[in-house]
């Protein structure tokens, strides 16, 4: 029997297969897709860090900028451990074959939102892919290890589903390529799984984040944290007849602008520069490059108040040989709608973007459950995990840093605790259960589930929009538990399970809070 399960192949859960992996341990990583079908794959920005251990005062402001983000909520400790961390994980991830721009023989370093020197490694502007390949490739290269794609975990298994004192004894898995249901024994699962920006209209993740994770440990007795913080990315590209693209905020970090139509017809009109003309200078001082929360809300209320569906992001002040050298993803998605990186303004508008808060973890991924006691053999680590980090607001390029520095906690704890179990583990419910022969009702809840999100629940939020999704969520949820109740699982029918228990987490978590702070904000709050 695998030692191990890790559910989820983004940065987090490969990192912390090849760990376990290299401690002794038979590892099974199951995935809902492809294996590269992750929001780490996705990612464009980079890696924040300091390489260098001497480097105190580098750190010390790493850190400072990371809780000044993270608007008050961040718990320093973890922010100083994770920093502090930094260079080795980096130089883990340099040690697997992962490759960062260079500057002649240095490391070349960008910038982002929210960061007050030049800190983020990155590969171009496709970090997530470069680090996907090369962790995939060790993965593969590995005999301790078994990748199961188009596997979706479903429930965690217990002797007594939900009670939280009960340890881990494995998972349960929908086999996607056949429709079984089949039980993985496990000493320990780690939930990889990343966020659940697919509850929106709007997201810059990958089909595949629908909170699985973290839906199936909250019913295993988990405690979830910090749910009502959703990060929205300022700049999306919106175009016709294509899925919100993410445009990196480090193109921000090397000059790029946000203008609205006003702000744009002046800038063309005149000899200033265009960040002069930035409607964000509103909202901060640090205009376009403001930390994620703020921008996001400028350009939100931006579009509101101007009655229109984008903001624009320009580059033509820009050098565009540097542009095309440092930015060639974003360069190629544009040409595909007829756009030019440094000549035309880019519409964007923001988009669903990082789950900051998620599954409560202690400082080795364990998964803290009531009596703030870790569940024995449950762990969580990346986004699905809240471990205190990102506080109210995460720092860009903060979430890749964090999940390889707890993909590496969990892993050496389990290998120095191995917590071995001989398993009993219980039947399926099968019993009475029919195969769903209509889909269109899921189909039709889904949608009805992002527009209430969207529309409620978004950036800015009040108590009465708040009241209405959460009498809508229990409408859904009632429907959706009558279908799971009688049905064979299908992935549709579990996603949008697990969708609807995690919106009305994050709707609970929002209309409990008193106080606006990152990125919750509720106008009916002074
Ligand atoms: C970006 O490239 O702007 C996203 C990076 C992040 O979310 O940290």
């Not at 209309?511 to 009916?524: F, I, M, Q, S, V």
Request: glycine residues 8%; hydrophobic residues 40%; charged residues 25%.
């Amino acid at each position: 029997m695998p030692e191990v399960v890790i559910v989820g192949s983004g940065i987090a859960g490969l990192f912390a297969a090849l760990k376990i992996a290299d401690g002794g341990h038979q590892v099974t990583i199951v995935t809902k897709q492809r294996p590269t079908d992750s929001s780490t794959n996705w990612a464009q920005g980079g890696i924040a860090g300091i390489l260098d251990k001497t480097d105190g005062k580098g750190m010390d402001l790493h850190i400072s900028d990371t809780i000044s983000s993270g608007d008050g909520l961040c718990n320093e400790n973890v922010v100083r451990i994770v920093v502090e961390e930094a260079g080795d994980r980096i130089r883990d991830l340099l040690s697997r074959g992962v490759e960062f721009e260079k500057n002649e023989d240095d490391f070349h370093l960008a910038k982002e939102g929210g960061h007050s020197a030049r800190r983020i490694l990155h590969a171009k502007d496709a970090t997530g892919k470069e680090i996907e390949r090369a962790l995939s490739e060790a993965v593969n290269n590995h005999n301790n290890i078994t990748m199961r794609p188009n596997t979706l975990g479903v429930d965690l298994i217990q002797t007594v589903h939900g009670d939280p004192k009960e340890g881990i004894k494995g998972i349960w898995c929908l086999d996607l390529a056949d429709s079984i249901m089949e039980a993985i024994p496990a000493d320990a699962v780690l939930i990889a799984t990343g966020g659940c920006g697919q509850l929106w209209e709007k997201t810059t993740n990958p089909s595949v984040a629908s909170g699985d994770g973290m839906a199936m440990a909250y019913r295993a007795g988990a405690n979830v944290k910090d749910m009502a913080f959703i990060q929205f990315h300022p700049t999306a590209l919106m175009v016709p007849d294509d899925r919100p693209f993410l445009i990196t905020e480090a193109l921000r970090g090397e000059g790029g602008v946000l203008l609205d139509d006003k702000g744009l017809k002046k800038y063309r009109t005149s000899d200033q520069e265009p960040e002069f003309f930035s409607f964000t200078h509103e909202y901060s001082p640090d205009g376009s490059l403001a930390t994620r929360d703020i921008v996001a809300r400028a350009c939100d209320q931006t579009m509101k108040i101007n009655g229109s569906n984008q903001v624009w992001l320009v580059t033509d002040h820009l050098d565009s040989t540097k542009l095309h050298n440092e930015f060639p993803t974003i360069e190629k998605r544009l040409n595909r709608h007829n756009l030019s990186l440094g000549k035309d303004p880019l519409p964007v508008a923001p988009a669903a973007h990082y789950t900051v808060g998620g599954l409560e973890v202690d400082l080795f991924g364990r998964v803290i459950t009531s009596g703030n006691k870790p569940m024995p053999g449950l762990y969580a680590i990346g986004e699905v995990a809240c471990t205190g980090m990102h506080g109210a607001n995460r720092l860009a390029s903060n979430s890749l840093l964090e999940a390889v520095v707890f993909a590496d906690r969990a892993a050496k704890h389990f290998v120095e605790n191995p917590n071995l179990i001989d398993s009993i583990i219980p039947e399926w419910r099968a019993d009475g259960m029919a195969i769903l022969e209509e889909h269109s009702p899921l189909v039709r809840d889904l949608e009805t589930l992002k527009k209430t999100m969207t529309d409620d629940v978004g950036i800015v939020r009040s108590f009465d929009r708040l009241n209405r999704a959460k009498r809508m969520l229990l409408l859904l949820s009632n429907e959706v538990e009558l279908i799971w109740r009688k049905s064979i699982p299908t992935r549709d029918l579990v996603e949008l399970r697990n969708l609807v228990l995690i919106a009305s987490l994050i709707t609970d978590d929002a209309l409990a809070r008193t106080e606006n702070r990152g990125l919750h904000y509720n106008k009916d709050i002074i």
